[in-house]
């Protein structure tokens, strides 16, 4: 599955209203259960941070996580990178809309190549690592990057089956990912040999979000790439559909899992 081709799509539409993208944010925080850890792991973190932490969004995309830490305190100063220059462009253009340009601030730049010594309090890394293959170079960038006490915060595929991958023969069901998926030990030993002191992983995706994600994601992404006209049943399966997904994520999140298909990733500098 392309997914790029999809977003892209979803790109062309947003684009068109305030308040159409601003939904679009809205519903991504219903269905997205990896949204659910993120924003309970930063809500965590609130007294660490302070009033003027100043954040990271590393592989920003449709900034649906940007909008989200632009709205937890003024005080908060972002900066988003991207290395699509026309999504970087295009949230540049919507924050101007809403009056948030000046906390933050979009750029197109490669993960890779990216550092700004000791300058964040938290850099926030949601389903990116997946698609790097030079992983262990962007973690060392994240750590010259993270001042001293300061947190990385990641949401990744792990592998007990993340990108749908269960055994050898399975290809991932996102075709843009360079790995299937991270073992809880391999990225937790990575993470500390690049310059963190405090690595915390555990898993997400337990069977009701993995049940969830068929729900929600993957079933109504591979009808909407067989048939366009799949667009137009799409509320009608939601409305149907989404109270048993959004039951399903209620579990996950208040479950403590054994496994997962996800890993969600603190580290403290």
């Avoid at 081709?5 to 997205?32: E, Q, T």
């Avoid at 994601?217 to 790439?225: A, Q, Y």
């Avoid at 799409?234 to 054994?258: C, E, G, R, S, T």
Wanted: charged content about 25%.
């Amino acid at each position: 599955m392309k997914y790029d081709l999809i977003k892209n799509r979803l790109g062309n539409l947003i684009r068109k209203s305030v308040v159409l993208r601003i939904l679009f944010y809205k519903l991504l925080d219903l269905l997205l259960l990896r949204a659910w850890y993120i924003k309970r792991e930063i809500k965590k973190s609130l007294s660490e941070l302070g009033p003027d932490a100043i954040v990271l969004d590393a592989g920003s995309g449709f900034g649906q996580y940007s909008y989200f830490l632009s709205g937890i305190s003024e005080g908060w100063k972002i900066k988003a990178i991207d290395i699509k220059s026309e999504q970087t462009d295009d949230c540049n253009h919507f924050f101007s809309k809403i009056g948030k340009d000046r906390q933050v601030l979009f750029e197109t730049a490669d993960l890779t190549q990216f550092v700004e010594k000791e300058h964040y309090d938290l850099i926030l890394c949601v389903d990116v690592m997946e698609h790097i293959p030079d992983d262990v170079l962007v973690l060392r960038n994240f750590a010259l990057s993270t001042r001293e006490n300061g947190i990385l915060l990641i949401s990744t595929p792990s592998d007990l089956g993340g990108s749908d991958v269960h055994d050898e023969q399975d290809n991932s069901f996102i075709e843009e990912h360079v790995r299937n998926g991270y073992n809880i030990n391999d990225i937790r030993d990575k993470i500390r040999l690049a310059g963190y002191s405090d690595v915390t992983a555990k898993y997400s995706y337990g069977w009701p979000g993995k049940l969830s994600w068929n729900i929600s994601m993957k079933f109504p992404i591979i009808l909407v790439t067989t048939s366009k006209l799949f667009f137009i049943l799409l509320p009608v399966y939601y409305v149907v559909m989404y109270p048993l997904a959004f039951i399903l994520n209620l579990f996950d999140i208040n479950l403590k899992h054994q496994a997962g298909t996800g890993l969600i990733v603190k580290a403290v500098k």
